[in-house]
């Protein structure tokens, strides 16, 4: 049974900087790209990053690009992801989220119906 487990939200100042966690378990080698999405009240879920699990392909939403950086820690079965530059508008529930089969993601990654296992989130509010 896959289980994916945010941790490493916080309520924090403009400009400070944040790494959320994914832990896994449970998935097999056919699992194939891992995905980070956040949801802000009164919002749609939105894509923030995606990274392949086979090649290592790494998306971005434009708001987050140049900021945010998604990795991986093989060994410990944990996703990353690494927010510098917090802005009041990355306040959001962060969820991370697997899809298991192959499908070319380059434009389509944001879609959240395409991911078969989330996690229950972790909150992240930037305030001063």
């Known amino acids: 049974q896959v289980q994916l487990v945010e941790s490493g939200g916080d309520v924090v100042a403009p400009g400070s900087s944040l790494r959320l966690s994914c832990a896994t378990s449970?998935?097999?080698?056919?699992?194939?790209?891992i995905g980070w999405f956040r949801q802000a009240p009164g919002k749609e879920r939105e894509g923030v990053s995606c990274?392949?699990?086979?090649?290592?392909?790494?998306y971005y939403a434009d708001s987050v690009k140049g900021r945010f950086t998604i990795s991986r820690d093989v060994s410990e079965n944990t996703v990353y992801l690494q927010m510098n530059g917090l802005k009041p508008e990355d306040t959001a529930v962060y969820y991370c989220?697997?899809?298991?089969?192959?499908?070319?993601?380059?434009?389509?990654?944001?879609?959240?119906?395409?991911?078969?296992?989330w996690g229950q989130g972790t909150q992240v509010s930037v305030s001063s």
């Open positions: 990274l392949g699990l086979s090649d290592s392909s790494t």
């Open positions: 449970g998935l097999t080698p056919d699992y194939y790209a």
């Open positions: 989220a697997v899809r298991r089969k192959p499908l070319v993601l380059r434009n389509i990654w944001w879609l959240s119906p395409l991911y078969d296992n």
